[in-house]
Nanobody
């Protein structure tokens, strides 16, 4: 059974950085595209970034472009979200999600309905 576990969240000052990790277990991760999502209090869950299987085609929300990067280590069944230049608007619970993909080359998407498997989330708080 596929499971995802996020880690790396915490409290950081504005302008700081955090790296989130998502460990996938129960399957071979290289058959799955992985997405990162976040949900702030009182707001809908939104897509932040994703990475396709295999050739690592990535996608980012406009709000994080140039500040966040995403990478994967299939050998470790782990996906990383590097977050730089954090600001208070980035405060949220961050989730990773997985969806099996038959294509190495199809660009991943940021819709919550595009993913079937979800982790429980890790809290990121940006405050001085």
């Amino acid at each position: 059974q596929l499971q995802l576990v996020e880690s790396g969240g915490g409290l950081v000052q504005p302008g700081g950085s955090l790296r989130l990790s998502c460990v996938v277990s129960g399957v071979t991760m290289d058959s799955y595209r992985i997405g990162w999502f976040r949900q702030a209090p009182g707001k809908a869950r939104e897509g932040v970034s994703c990475i396709s299987r295999g050739v690592s085609i990535t996608n980012f929300a406009d709000s994080v472009k140039g500040r966040f990067t995403v990478s994967r280590e299939n050998a470790r069944n782990t996906v990383y979200l590097q977050m730089n230049s954090l600001n208070p608007d980035d405060t949220a619970v961050y989730y990773c999600a997985a969806e099996r993909s038959s294509s190495l080359f199809r660009r991943c998407t940021l819709g919550t309905s595009d993913y079937d498997y979800w982790g429980r989330g890790t809290q990121v708080s940006v405050s001085s």
